[in-house]
């Protein structure tokens, strides 16, 4: 499905490094990330520029999640500008202007803006993101919640993110998507996985919803491997086949 090399340098180390990901595997060489980033003496601020993932929301690994497809920020989807973080105790933030073309070419003058800032403690923690891509043909305007919280040997997750949309029509759309996850760590090397997701492509029109329930078990044989294996369902307009099938899958992830 996907093979990937990634490559970091720290010229000056802990404060400046370059870093690049870059796809290889299926089709032609993609790159997706390569940027530079300063960070102070105290650690705190951070800049970057060049192509990087936008800041916003939970970063799942799953692009195939309602909140990764729907948002449309996810790890095929990096853009080039420039950001700015702050990392301090428990709090997180990050601002980043860029293109809003998905590395694509730049076909106007409008920009993206994609905020994130995130709360985190021991047991628990609380996030918010705002992000706004100004385009000639309209605006797309995101705003989310997120937050994360272990109760013993189960740890929760969960976003919700209201979308208001002018580029798909003559009229606003408004969207809602969300997720709730449960990973479960049965015993050391063993993880179940449950999501619900819920996905709202029209406020204005009734019994459009499609929803989306999957449990994946996933084992970890020795450091670097993950096999997972899995169920989706999907539960959508019943006019729709492919907002209602399921889907049975095995998947091996190697990291070296």
Excluded: C
Excluded at 157 to 169: I, R
């Amino acid at each position: 499905e996907e093979a990937r090399a990634y490559l970091a340098i720290t010229p000056v180390p802990d404060r400046l490094a370059v870093y690049i990901d870059q796809r290889f595997a299926p089709g032609g060489s993609t790159n997706l990330e390569a940027f530079a980033r300063y960070t102070t003496q105290d650690q705190r601020w951070q800049v970057q520029a060049g192509q990087f993932y936008l800041p916003y929301g939970l970063r799942l690994e799953d692009d195939g999640a309602f909140i990764r497809q729907v948002t449309g920020i996810n790890f095929a989807t990096p853009d080039r500008g420039v950001q700015v973080g702050y990392e301090s105790g428990s709090l997180s933030a990050q601002l980043a202007v860029s293109n809003g073309t998905a590395s694509g070419p730049e076909p106007d003058e409008g920009k993206q803006v994609s905020l994130r800032a995130e709360h985190v403690q021991n047991v628990w923690r609380v996030g918010a993101g705002f992000n706004l891509n100004h385009t000639d043909v309209g605006d797309r305007q995101m705003q989310g919640v997120f937050a994360g919280l272990r109760t013993g040997p189960i740890a929760w997750l969960a976003e919700a993110d209201y979308l208001t949309d002018e580029t798909l029509g003559p009229q606003q759309r408004k969207q809602w998507v969300g997720v709730i996850e449960a990973n479960w760590w049965i015993s050391q090397g063993h993880n179940l996985k449950l999501t619900a997701e819920v996905f709202e492509p029209d406020t204005d029109v009734d019994e459009d919803e499609q929803n989306r329930y999957s449990l994946f078990y996933e084992l970890f044989p020795f450091h670097f491997v993950q096999l997972r294996v899995g169920a989706r369902i999907y539960d959508g307009i019943p006019q729709n086949d492919a907002q209602n099938r399921k889907i049975y899958f095995a998947q091996l992830h190697g990291f070296f």
